[in-house]
């Protein structure tokens, strides 16, 4: 059948393929939607093979939301109504499987303002841990223009191939930190609350991947392959959301 073959494309990691004969069948109501996971799935790619991070769990929503509208136009043809009960189960388990790596991506999310301060300390080490030693005691603060004035804005850029100026970059961590003695606590406190958050929502994921897989195998699908990344158990530094706005361009220093 048309669908199971699908199915078994996607489960299998054939996704291009999958998505180059959805395009050419699947009626108007669906387009839409199939060429947003299409838009998705290049740029999930496109960072895969630049080395900028692309996640396992950004690359398993857009398996369970490919899979769930294959389930979806099956149940919307089966006409005779074969096989439904297995279609019901297939679309229960993908429904609450993609929107669970829908909230887990979103804990994945990295912001402008995440990635400097995780580079920030990965390549000032002795510099980040001033900062935190001082805003935890109170003493000897520096101000974000001070910390700004000691880095290589230039280098995180490259780093990340961003697309943004200097000038751009400083305005806008200024804008965010300024005024805040406790701005880098702050934003490590809430990463691990991200962390620990994202954790619990994996063990319930992996329990209802374990029984979509047992359904899939019932049903006679093949679970081998470069699909699903079945047992995602790691969570990656997880990053404030909102951080992406490059702020003004006055340049002051202190």
């Not at 990691?13 to 109501?29: A, S």
């Not at 929107?99 to 995440?114: A, M, N, R, V």
């Not at 965010?176 to 994202?198: P, V």
């Amino acid at each position: 059948m048309f669908y199971d073959e699908i199915r078994q494309q996607i489960i299998s990691g054939k996704l291009e393929i999958v998505f180059q004969t959805l395009n050419t069948v699947t009626e108007t109501d669906y387009k839409n939607d199939i060429q947003l996971l299409w838009f998705q799935y290049n740029d999930w790619n496109k960072r895969k093979n630049l080395d900028l991070g692309a996640e396992s769990v950004e690359i398993n929503r857009i398996i369970y939301s490919l899979l769930n509208l294959i389930t979806s136009f099956e149940q919307k043809e089966n006409i005779n109504k074969v096989n439904q009960a297995m279609l019901i189960k297939f679309n229960e388990h993908e429904s609450k499987l993609k929107e669970g790596y829908e909230k887990l991506s979103k804990l994945h999310k990295k912001g402008l303002l995440d990635l400097f301060i995780n580079w920030l300390q990965d390549n000032y080490p002795q510099l980040f841990e001033r900062i935190i030693n001082a805003e935890k005691s109170g003493n000897d603060l520096m101000d974000i223009k001070q910390i700004l004035n000691k880095v290589d804005l230039f280098k995180f850029i490259k780093s990340y191939n961003l697309n943004l100026s200097t000038e751009s970059l400083y305005q806008s961590i200024v804008l965010k930190a300024q005024n805040d003695n406790n701005f880098f606590i702050t934003w490590i406190e809430y990463k691990d609350f991200k962390q620990q958050t994202g954790s619990k929502l994996l063990i319930s994921i992996k329990s209802i991947e374990k029984h979509y897989k047992g359904i899939l195998e019932k049903a006679g699908y093949l679970l081998t392959g470069a699909g699903i990344m079945w047992g995602v158990t790691e969570l990656a530094e997880s990053d404030i959301d909102d951080d992406n706005d490059d702020g003004d361009d006055d340049d002051d220093d202190d």
